[in-house]
């Protein structure tokens, strides 16, 4: 048996050290009325209403991203396609052709995707009340991120400046004077970007309070939701602003928060240990994800440390490499099918932890190569 389980762990540790995989990213996704989570073994969660099935989620596997618009959820697959469920009147699901996507963001009726070379897809309206400009986005280049709202796109460009195309009544598409910005938000009518210092800009609809942003400091994510504004701070500590007539802004005394998102009405976070918080309004029950883990054990989070120097650059090689090849994600699915039981055996056997660290050392320096 001994012989066994040190065999399962120099297999594990011959993928970690020939391709260099890595632990999945968690994260979260709130729309209109629902909460979306991925979990590090690709697959995905989902509460709140569902009424165009955008909930209907339990069968999505390999999956690294997941966006959630007013009415629709958007996947992102390790081979770089999309899946889409939920309302699709105005075709914002019609995404399973797309190829070669790097992330994707949904807004109240358009899907948005960025591709490997920088460029921009979008499906939604494109004709009607509902047509405001917003999947104009073909001309768009060297784009790093996207983001949607509800009749807006905003693309942040590789120079750190950012473009806006769709609705403007508010002014939420005025970004053009923008720059160092290393990342941008969009809620229903507001628009906000994160600097490279650390404060926060804002344009767009302001009725609520939701662009009140400037005294912000030390600011490391922003999410943006209906009409109010979610920052997270480099102690992981939360701050927002806007409305709260749903205590959706009551995020106050929260600690240990690795990644905010923000609905139509409500809040949501993600802590160090992979649980899952919510504020604000629970109409259709888009904040009981109490019960949520999005993490499955890690061998090398277990082994190094979830924020490790040597986690952090296995997650980068896993995402520059592995995912460009079919043969590397088969090996990301093997890794995190074997992870956990490595995590097991280990756990409690101190002088069998030291053995497989040992073993991962040894090949670590070599992907530096």
Not at 64 to 85: I, S
């Amino acid at each position: 048996m001994r012989k066994l389980t040190v065999n399962i762990a120099i297999l594990c540790s011959f993928i970690i050290w020939s391709l260099a995989v890595a632990s999945a990213d968690v994260g979260v996704a709130a729309g209109g009325s629902h909460t979306v989570g991925v979990k590090t073994n690709g697959t995905v969660v989902a509460v709140g209403q569902n009424i165009h099935g955008q909930c209907n989620v339990g069968s999505w596997a390999d999956i690294t991203q997941v966006a959630a618009g007013y009415y629709h959820t958007v996947g992102l697959k390790t081979n770089k396609t999309v899946m889409a469920v939920g309302a699709n009147s105005h075709n914002q699901c019609n995404v399973g052709s797309w190829t070669g996507i790097t992330q994707v963001a949904a807004g109240g009726w358009h899907t948005v995707g960025l591709k490997t070379d920088k460029t921009v897809v979008a499906v939604g309206p494109t004709s009607g009340s509902l047509d405001d400009g917003q999947c104009e986005v073909g001309s768009w280049t060297d784009i790093t991120r996207v983001a949607a709202g509800y009749a807006h796109t905003v693309g942040l460009k590789s120079d750190m400046t950012v473009v806006a195309v769709g609705r403007n009544d508010d002014g939420q598409c005025e970004v053009a004077s923008w720059t160092d910005i290393t990342q941008v938000a969009v809620g229903y009518d507001h628009t906000l970007g994160l600097k490279s210092d650390k404060t926060m800009v804002a344009v767009g609809r302001n009725d609520d309070d939701q662009c009140e942003v400037a005294s912000w400091t030390g600011i490391t994510q922003v999410a943006a939701g209906g009409y109010h504004t979610v920052g997270l701070k480099s102690d992981m500590t939360v701050v927002a602003v806007g409305s709260n007539d749903y205590g959706q802004c009551d995020v106050e005394g929260g600690t240990n928060i690795l990644q905010v998102a923000a609905g139509g009405y409500h809040t949501v976070g993600v802590m160090t240990n992979k649980t899952v918080v919510a504020v604000g309004s629970n109409s259709s029950g888009q904040c009981n994800v109490n019960s949520w883990n999005l993490g499955d054990p890690c061998l090398l989070e277990t082994i190094y440390g979830e924020f490790s120097p040597e986690a952090e650059l296995l997650r980068y090689l896993r995402d520059h490499l592995l995912s460009a090849t079919p043969e590397g994600q088969e090996l990301i699915r093997l890794y995190y099918h074997l992870s956990p039981g490595i995590v097991g055996l280990i756990e409690g056997d101190e002088a069998f932890r030291k053995e497989i660290k040992d073993l991962v050392d040894e090949m670590l320096p070599r992907l530096l190569q």
